[in-house]
């Protein structure tokens, strides 16, 4: 058993060998950011690619690894792959969890095939009736933490209030934010505003034991009004993926005014905008809910990101997380 360890789905993501391999070698730099003992990461995916991997990176610094013969890839239907696909570099990855051979996983694979599995594989944490996924984003000097960012797309409202008790924990307890605002996601301030799921919701967030300070709009995810924003799958899938592609957008237009322009700028400057908007950054979204410690990366992750998300899931665990979320879960059940 080792449930400090982090098993790393090196086949998984657009870039994947390479980009994973560097990742987690990136990860365990003596000199860099993270500094992670070697021995901490479970490499999952070929045996003879990870170790020809390594081998023209120097050598294997102590990774441990499992082999899986299989890959799922990024356009596959998760759920039929799953079936296929057993000896799978996720499926193997949750296994090592479930088989306490790794308390967390990290995967830049299939989205869909990694909640999948994870859900179905580790189960939830006592309490929770539908895991999320969670994204934080340092989009004003301030993180903000938004979740359901696509797991759960028709959610009951119990399943919301959850979200706002999970976030507030992970907040809490992994960011050190203390006693956390929420906000739930809506057309309107008022109570009143919104589907039936969002006024009950609504109602039944105010009645539970986390700060809620009602609704809010999609402009004040950048005002610094709360630190966790509750949403809909669907919705909150909708606003992450327009947040990345406009942020793009928007540091190009700019760019090529300034250019066009002849207006000469700050690269430190510069360097600092595209930290807040940059996914890499974070690394990537934690699955909350479920019993091990979960994070999903981007499809497109590159090594800085792959090293990020490890560090996430590093900090996550020896934050005790999850059992963060079951203490404040049951103390909304008492609430109740």
């Keep these: 058993m080792d449930s ?29 950011d993270l500094r992670m003992a070697p021995e901490r990461l479970l490499l999952v995916g070929d045996e003879r690619v990870i170790a020809e991997g390594l081998e023209q990176r120097g050598g294997n610094p102590g990774f441990a690894i499992q082999h899986a013969a299989q890959v799922i890839e990024m356009g596959e239907s998760p759920a039929q792959a799953l079936r296929a696909k ?8 949750v296994g090592a969890v479930k088989q306490s051979a790794a308390g967390a996983l990290v995967s830049m694979g299939n989205t869909g095939a990694v909640v999948g ?77 919104g589907t039936d799921l969002l006024k009950a919701a609504n109602d039944q967030l105010t009645a539970s034991p986390v700060r809620f300070l009602g609704n809010l709009e999609g402009g004040d995810i950048f005002e610094n009004k709360v630190d966790v924003v509750v949403a809909d799958g669907f919705t909150g899938n909708v606003v992450l993926k327009l947040l990345e592609g406009f942020a793009g957008f928007l540091l190009m237009l700019v760019l090529r005014e300034l250019k066009a322009h002849k207006v000469q ?38 090594a800085r990101a792959v090293a990020n998300a490890l560090g996430q899931a590093a900090r996550a665990m020896d934050a005790e997380v999850n059992e963060a979320i079951v203490k404040r879960l049951a103390e909304t059940t008492t609430r109740a």
Excluded: F
Aim: hydrophobic share 40%.
């Design 4 to 32: 400090k360890r982090i098993a790393l789905d090196v086949m998984g993501g657009d870039a994947a060998p390479a980009a994973t391999l560097d990742g987690a070698v990136r990860a365990c730099d003596p000199t860099g």
């Design 86 to 93: 057993p000896d799978s570099s996720i499926a193997r990855c």
């Design 117 to 193: 599995a994870s859900t179905l594989g580790l189960g939830s944490l006592e309490g929770v009736r539908r895991p999320g996924i969670a994204v934080t984003l340092d989009l004003t000097g301030h993180p903000v933490t938004l979740l359901d960012m696509g797991a759960n797309i028709a959610p009951k409202p119990q399943h919301l209030v959850q979200y706002g008790v999970m976030g507030a924990a992970y907040v809490e307890a992994c960011l050190g934010t203390a006693d956390p605002r929420v906000g739930l996601l809506n057309i309107g301030e008022e109570a009143s505003k």
């Design 265 to 302: 700028w700050s690269e430190e400057a510069l360097a600092r905008v595209k930290k807040n908007i940059d996914y890499s950054e974070y690394g990537g979204a934690l699955l909350l809910g479920v019993d091990g410690i979960v994070v999903i990366g981007h499809g497109r992750s590159d």
